[in-house]
């Protein structure tokens, strides 16, 4: 195994980036940390300092065990100090109560920025309790393209704002080379949230976001699509195929009462993990360069 010093700067700052994009988010202790026993010594130290300094005090006397009572449960004396009550266990929002309250938000919106707030004041999912931003889209939405990712990576996690880092330099490379940019089209993901560790968001995850990213195109009213990536093309086109399937070829994105002409091919990370797949990638683009409507 190479040490981090055999490493140049160029390979160390590759190497931090496949950690990040691995989900890997703790480095490795000097030694080894009990983590649970750190926890309860946190805990218990809360625990003492909720409790008045007088009940403390009182604590060695109060303490003792008192006579039984017959019953078999000991009985307390007057004045004695009672233990904090322990914290409510936080109540997970049911899924369809949480899909019903996402999509009045959505719909509440009247543009996009309300739209921003919506999603940024909304708590009925859990990916945002684990993600560091809210990414939401950029750009611009009066361009008529929209090009929409999967979910934020830990760069766009990092950043607030979509297609950050590596992927996101390479995707300014592939759109400049049609004669597009960031700045010219908007620019977002189905999932507003990080999901933890890169995983595939659940179906319930997915219900939630779905009226966000919905209202997002309704607001936006873009004339061509460009999906990313797997995730993105089997949530807008449907079925269960790849994005070697799927790639493309112009289909149609109904949903929400619209219909908008869409073009799959392969995400910018998916590239830098499988660079033979940037020639398809290329002749993708050819496609949708020339034939937007």
């Known amino acids: 195994m190479n040490a981090a010093s055999d490493l140049n700067p160029a390979e160390l700052a590759a190497l931090l980036h496949f950690y990040?994009?691995?989900?890997?988010?703790?480095l490795v202790d000097e030694g080894p940390v009990d983590r649970i026993a750190q926890f309860e010594a946190?805990?218990?130290?809360?625990?003492?300092a909720k409790v008045p300094a007088a009940a403390r005090e009182r604590a060695p006397q109060d303490s003792a065990p008192s006579p039984s009572n017959g019953s078999g449960a000991a009985s307390r004396r007057p004045g004695a100090a009672t233990p904090p009550p322990a914290a409510a266990a936080q109540v997970a929002v049911p899924a369809a109560q949480a899909v019903e309250a996402a999509r009045s938000a959505a719909d509440n919106a009247a543009s996009l920025a309300e739209l921003k707030t919506a999603i940024e004041t909304f708590h009925g999912c859990n990916l945002k309790n684990s993600a560091r931003s809210t990414v939401f889209a950029s750009g611009d939405p009066s361009s008529g393209i929209a090009v929409i990712?999967?979910?934020?990576?830990?760069?766009?996690?990092?950043?607030?704002?979509?297609?950050?880092?590596?992927a996101g330099d390479l995707l300014d490379r592939?759109?400049?080379?049609?004669?597009?940019?960031?700045?010219?089209?908007?620019?977002?993901?189905?999932?507003p949230w990080r999901p933890p560790g890169n995983r595939m968001p659940s179906p319930a995850?997915?219900?939630i976001c779905q009226p966000f990213i919905e209202r997002q195109i309704a607001l936006a009213r873009?004339?061509?699509?460009?999906?990313?990536?797997?995730?993105?093309?089997?949530?807008?086109?449907?079925?269960?195929?790849t994005i070697h399937t799927m790639r493309g070829k112009w289909q149609t994105a109904s949903f929400a009462g619209m219909e908008i002409p869409a073009l799959a091919t392969f995400h910018p990370q998916e590239l830098l993990a499988a660079p033979a797949n940037k020639a398809l990638t290329w002749?993708?683009?050819?496609?949708?360069?020339r034939e937007l409507p």
């Open 20 to 26: 990040a994009d691995a989900g890997v988010e703790w």
């Open 42 to 48: 946190q805990k218990a130290a809360r625990t003492q």
């Open 149 to 166: 990712g999967p979910m934020p990576n830990a760069d766009d996690d990092r950043d607030g704002a979509p297609f950050s880092g590596r």
């Open 174 to 191: 592939m759109l400049a080379a049609i004669g597009l940019s960031r700045e010219g089209v908007l620019m977002t993901n189905v999932i």
């Open 205 to 207: 995850e997915m219900d």
């Open 222 to 241: 873009p004339k061509a699509l460009l999906l990313l990536g797997n995730f993105p093309a089997r949530f807008f086109l449907g079925g269960n195929g």
């Open 283 to 289: 002749q993708d683009l050819l496609t949708f360069r």
